[in-house]
């Protein structure tokens, strides 16, 4: 959890721009509202003398919570039931949210409050699964110790496996790294080329 790890300055400023968020918003609204009041005065003039009721203006659109988005800067690609997608939709045909991102970023933000005593209980748990972790490779780094095998050896031949599956996995094309893709794939994501079959 990011805020957890905020020291005081980070955190105030992070209040200080929610606060801003809201003030802006509001305002918004305000001068939304104001607007419609003076359409709904023209409105009864216009009714009061002829007798016959014109149309009613529509009321103005909640202004979009966007501004408080503004500080996402992650993007994780997700696949969600036709059910959600019609909800987020609809949330951005009303104005609610200008895109969709944004309103899943709200609507994910919303669940995570909603299950913070769930997020608690995992985050303790990794905790101890980290501490664990340690100790297993602190048992692990004595028992190299204990038959000769040195740790700048180990380090050697983990740093010529990576360097041969570096020069393996790239584009003869483009120079890309392909490493972290699947083995399967046969052109080169970023130019197109024809990989060479290994």
């Known amino acids: 959890m990011r805020w957890k ?8 400023e992070w209040k200080d721009w929610y606060r801003e968020s809201i003030r802006e918003w509001k305002q918004k609204y305000r001068k939304a509202l104001q607007q419609w009041r003076k359409q709904y005065q ?4 216009q009714a009061a003398p002829k007798g016959s009721l014109p149309l009613l203006p529509p009321i103005p659109p909640v202004p979009p919570l966007h501004t408080l988005s503004t500080g996402r800067s992650n993007v994780v690609a997700s696949r969600i039931g036709d059910e959600d997608l019609q909800i987020i939709d609809m949330l951005v045909e009303a104005d ?5 991102s944004e309103a ?12 913070q005593d769930v997020l608690d209980k995992v985050a303790s748990s990794l905790r101890e699964i980290r501490g664990i972790r340690m100790k297993a490779e602190e048992e692990v ?5 204990e038959i000769g095998l040195v740790e700048s050896q180990v380090e050697k031949m983990q740093e010529e496996i990576e360097e041969g599956e570096e020069q393996e996995k790239s584009c003869s094309a483009c ?4 490493s972290n893709l699947p083995d399967d794939i046969t052109r080169c994501p970023y130019c ?6 290994e």
């Open 42 to 45: 023209e409105w009864k003039t």
């Open 5 to 12: 790890s905020m020291n005081s300055d980070e955190w105030k």
């Open 96 to 100: 609610v949210f200008s895109t969709r």
């Open 104 to 115: 899943v970023a709200y609507l994910v933000n919303e669940g995570i409050k909603a299950r």
């Open 141 to 145: 780094k004595k028992l190299k110790e």
């Open 192 to 197: 197109g080329t024809e990989l060479e079959k």
């Open 175 to 178: 120079d890309r790294d392909l």
